[in-house]
């Protein structure tokens, strides 16, 4: 991680205390965080997330029960991988989170996601209004606000808006939580196939490949 020239370590702790001293002193973008870490990183990023908005927390983790990762979730983590995770999808997790984005390791997502069942998941998915429905599958692809304000042609207020909307219907608390209620209801095809947006607001046509975000196609 510390190769890319884009990242740079300010600092490293082995304890909750530690990360707390260590994310007043330099306020950071990213606080990478061990969940099961001397002093509890869960207690760690809440208190951390409740003295700055600034810094946005990844949790490094062994597969933990459930229930710890929805504690962590609850918390406002907005990052969760596995401890064996390759240093260039850490990077990438990073850059994501960064960009205002979230993360997910696909086998933490799945068993959350098994222990979250919930039969009318498929009823409260569609309860969503059309805006609401765009706006949740694009986060659940990774995208930021910026960019969903881009894809759907409103401004970053309004995608805040119809989040706040939808995780209300959805019963949860933050973007994290809802992209595992958004992928239990409609399945891995919404990553895997084209999300296509039409905007009325600009009068085009934007098609976001969520495999390679880097790719979008504007007609």
């Not at 907005?78 to 990077?91: E, F, M, N, R």
Request: charge should be neutral; glycine fraction near 8%.
């Amino acid at each position: 991680m510390c190769t890319d020239e884009n990242i740079t370590v300010v600092g490293e702790g082995s304890t909750a205390e530690d990360a707390i001293q260590l994310s007043s002193r330099y306020a950071p973008n990213i606080a990478l965080l061990d969940i099961s870490m001397p002093g509890g990183g869960i207690e760690a990023a809440k208190k951390l997330l409740t003295s700055t908005s600034l810094t946005k927390v990844i949790f490094l983790t062994e597969l933990e029960a459930e229930d710890k990762v929805l504690a962590a979730i609850d918390a406002g983590a907005v990052g969760y991988l596995l401890k064996d995770t390759s240093a260039t999808d850490l990077v990438s997790a990073i850059k994501i989170v960064a960009a205002g984005g979230s993360f997910m390791s696909p086998i933490i997502g799945f068993r959350v996601v098994a222990h979250l069942r919930r039969p009318s998941v498929a009823d409260v998915l569609s309860s969503l209004s059309p805006q609401e429905e765009r706006t949740l599958r694009l986060v659940a692809n990774g995208l930021s606000n910026r960019q969903i304000g881009d894809i759907l042609g409103i401004v970053e207020k309004s995608v805040k808006s119809h989040m706040t909307n939808a995780m209300a219907k959805l019963g949860v608390q933050n973007r994290v939580a809802a992209t595992i209620v958004a992928r239990q209801g409609w399945g891995e095809s919404m990553v895997n196939n084209e999300v296509e947006v039409n905007s009325d607001h600009v009068g085009t046509k934007r098609v976001v490949r969520p495999s390679n975000l880097d790719k979008r196609v504007v007609d």
